[in-house]
């Protein structure tokens, strides 16, 4: 495809598919991580099944515009139905550490890291794909929903058990830590 070729209807040069892939694969595999639960290997194996079914498709992809949101998007319904083919696996529970969590060294915040990736994967995988959505991509509500073909009711009700489930298996309360508490006792 010649250079002359990949320019649109707004005489904008779109990129070609090695040039995407070379912006935005270190992105795409973070979040292929995320959505697989930080099985790299499955993770692997998703944005490359990904990557795959856009090369196919690549020139109805850059016709549409910015190819990111679009190739995001299948990497989340692959993601999502992926998870559906796998039988649900046993919940394992959480070993949760003697250490401090409310420590502020890099260790105690690595554990905390660690602790929240470990309950996030252990999360359904559309739970999983709206917090990682919301949080990490930083996508609003009707964004998140307008990438996983859903309503933003679904969105916010997923994003809601997904996050009372994330507290559940981290072991912290639902009440959140305001610092009062010793105001409160001093008085």
């Not at 794909?129 to 997923?158: N, P, W």
Request: hydrophobic share 40%; glycine share 6%; with cysteine.
């Amino acid at each position: 495809m010649s250079t002359d070729d990949r320019i649109g209807f707004t005489g904008v040069r779109s990129p070609s598919f090695e040039e995407f892939v070379t912006a935005a694969s270190v992105r795409l595999l973070t979040l292929a991580l995320l959505l697989s639960g930080r099985r790299r290997a499955e993770a692997e194996d998703l944005l490359q099944d990904v990557l795959e079914r856009a090369y196919r498709r690549w020139p109805r992809i850059i016709r549409n515009g910015s190819p990111e949101p679009y190739v995001r998007q299948m990497l989340v319904n692959a993601a999502v139905d992926r998870g559906r083919r796998l039988r649900r696996r046993p919940e394992a529970p959480l070993s949760l550490d003697a250490a401090d969590p409310t420590a502020s060294d890099q260790v105690g915040q690595a554990a905390d890291r660690d602790l929240l990736l470990r309950a996030l994967a252990q999360l359904p995988p559309r739970q999983r794909a709206v917090l990682v959505l919301r949080y990490f991509e930083d996508l609003s509500e009707a964004q998140t929903a307008a990438a996983m073909g859903c309503s933003t009711g679904t969105v916010k009700s997923q994003a809601s058990r997904g996050l009372a489930r994330l507290r559940e298996l981290a072991g912290s309360s639902d009440e959140p830590d305001t610092g009062h508490e010793e105001d409160a006792v001093g008085r």
